[in-house]
């Protein structure tokens, strides 16, 4: 596979996890609980992590949240991100109590006075700052807007910056991509916001950041799901993984069509799950019959070509055995482990 040439911006660092410049793309998500739940949050942050997200984002949105930030930044696994709007004490609240980076939309923070005290803290903790300007909270064109903050920010000498430019229309967000990468360096957080529904919302998302990373855009994703965030870091890295710019497991296979005879759709959503857990960037092809079984089989890692109730397993290219289709998962799991 062709390697995609990234677009080369500053590396900032999110906690342990370092984005921008040469850096692997990270996967970020945001907690759906209360964040006063500090338990199920830190629930759903692990449920995160162990599906592969490398950066979490909370929502801060007062005082009783903001202790339990605290304590959530304590025992979180993944770097934790402050999501803020309004109030900027909660802003040095966050950045007080640790936050690995705090996301703002500066046009919701009234008064540049408060802006000045939100930078002095971060300067003073070394905390990066997100500048997310979303087209659900404005008229004016993101790229425009986005550079007016820049300016701002950088007139106070602060530059530890993230800038995300977000509309849930893929053109306008490929639009405001274009423009933003001809005026800043700055690592972008790419998404497509309120992008819907498990299967649209993902869909919609692949299509918008399959776009931007293609073109070598992009340094941290979320896909935004009306969903469990757990599948909005499946979705991340499925997108990642089209494109050849993450190392995990792919399952190739057929359509099925009227030639299968085996349990084709079953047998591949099976061998998907249980290649989730195995952190081994391999390909294994499940395929319905003999016209393009084989040839897709001995290409990838390993490989099934279903026969009738039975099917042969390929590795690295070599028929190895035919098996009854009952014993096909637990024999293909056999040779890959
Ligand atoms: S590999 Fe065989 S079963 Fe699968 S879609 Fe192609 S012809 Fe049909």
Redesign the pocket.
């Given at each position: 596979m062709p390697q995609i040439k990234r677009v080369r911006t500053k590396t900032i660092r999110i906690g342990s996890v370092p984005i921008g410049g040469k850096n692997p793309i990270a996967i970020q998500s945001m907690t759906n609980t209360f964040t006063t739940d500090i338990r199920a949050t830190l629930g759903q942050i692990r449920a995160c992590a162990e599906a592969g997200c490398d950066i979490i984002r909370v929502t801060v949105p007062d005082q009783k949240a903001l202790e339990a930030f605290a304590e959530i930044k304590k025992q979180s696994p993944l770097p934790v991100v402050a999501d803020i709007h309004f109030d900027h004490r909660l802003a040095i609240g966050a950045i007080a109590a640790g936050a690995d980076k705090i996301r703002i939309n500066p046009g919701n923070i009234p008064g540049r006075a408060k802006l000045k005290e939100i930078i002095a803290a971060a300067r003073k903790h070394h905390t990066p700052i997100r500048l997310g300007v979303n087209a659900g909270s404005t008229r004016k064109d993101l790229a425009a807007l986005a550079v007016e903050y820049c300016t701002f920010f950088e007139a106070q000498k602060f530059t530890n910056l993230v800038l995300s430019l977000k509309s849930s229309s893929v053109p306008d967000t490929l639009a405001a991509h274009a423009k933003i990468l001809a005026k800043r360096n700055y690592p972008l957080h790419i998404g497509i916001t309120e992008a819907g529904t498990a299967y649209y919302g993902a869909i919609k998302s692949a299509v918008g950041l399959g776009a931007l990373l293609s073109r070598g855009i992009g340094d941290t994703l979320r896909v935004s799901l009306t969903a469990d965030p757990v599948k909005e870091v499946t979705a991340a890295r499925y997108i990642l993984k089209a494109l050849g710019l993450i190392k995990c497991p792919e399952v190739i296979a057929?359509?099925?069509?009227?030639?299968?005879q085996i349990d084709?759709i079953g047998l591949a959503n099976t061998v998907e799950q249980k290649l989730q857990k195995l952190n081994k960037n391999i390909t294994v092809a499940v395929?319905?019959?003999?016209?393009?079984?084989p040839g897709?089989a001995a290409r990838a890692d390993y490989g099934i070509a279903?026969g009738k109730g039975q099917g042969i397993i390929f590795a690295r290219g070599r028929k190895l055995k035919t098996v009854p289709e009952k014993d096909l998962v637990a024999e293909l799991f056999k040779l890959i482990n």
């Open positions: 057929c359509p099925t069509c009227g030639r299968t084709i395929m319905g019959c003999v016209v393009n079984g897709e279903g």
